[in-house]
């Protein structure tokens, strides 16, 4: 992933051209329940240019996806954001308790909700206090 410099304020981006390497694989955990999935994602998020009055980028972020498939067409996954992050140029964490409930209503269109908290932060290096969305998937 790759990501521009577009925004116009400070607070609405960090202003510098950011590299997203990702790795990340799956396995099936039938064992705790038929269809359940663990998906461990790793992200390391740097920057390669930009505007030099902002702080260069250095962080690791980590997704633990536990996906669990429940009756109806509902599944509930723990953790579905990369929201885990290390940041290394200043050596700080934030840790996230994150939970989306989705249901696919028809073969081709599913709804999800997410509520996500954090559970640990460094001073000064907090993402969000609270985060809730909703999303809308069309397959194909």
């Known amino acids: 992933q790759v990501i521009l410099p577009t925004a116009t304020e400070d607070q609405m981006g960090k ?3 950011q590299l997203l ?5 799956k396995t099936a955990m039938n064992r705790v329940c038929k269809g359940s999935l663990f998906i461990p994602l ?3 998020v740097f920057d390669i240019g930009g505007s030099d009055s902002r702080s260069h980028i250095s962080e ?3 997704n633990p996806i ?5 009756p109806d067409g509902w ?3 723990l953790w579905s954001s990369p929201d ?6 200043d050596n700080k964490w934030f840790i996230p308790a994150d939970v989306v409930a989705s249901r696919k209503l028809t073969k081709r269109f599913g ?3 997410q509520l996500a908290a954090p559970i640990y932060h460094s001073e000064d290096f907090k993402a969000y206090d609270w985060k809730a969305e909703t999303r809308f998937g069309f397959y194909y």
Not at 21 to 25: Q, R, Y
């Open 15 to 17: 202003g510098k051209v």
């Open 21 to 25: 390497p990702t790795i990340a694989w």
């Open 42 to 44: 790793l992200r390391y």
């Open 60 to 62: 690791l972020q980590v």
């Open 66 to 70: 536990f996906h669990i498939p429940l």
């Open 75 to 77: 599944s509930v996954r």
């Open 84 to 89: 885990f992050k290390y940041n290394f140029m």
């Open 111 to 113: 709804i999800a909700f």
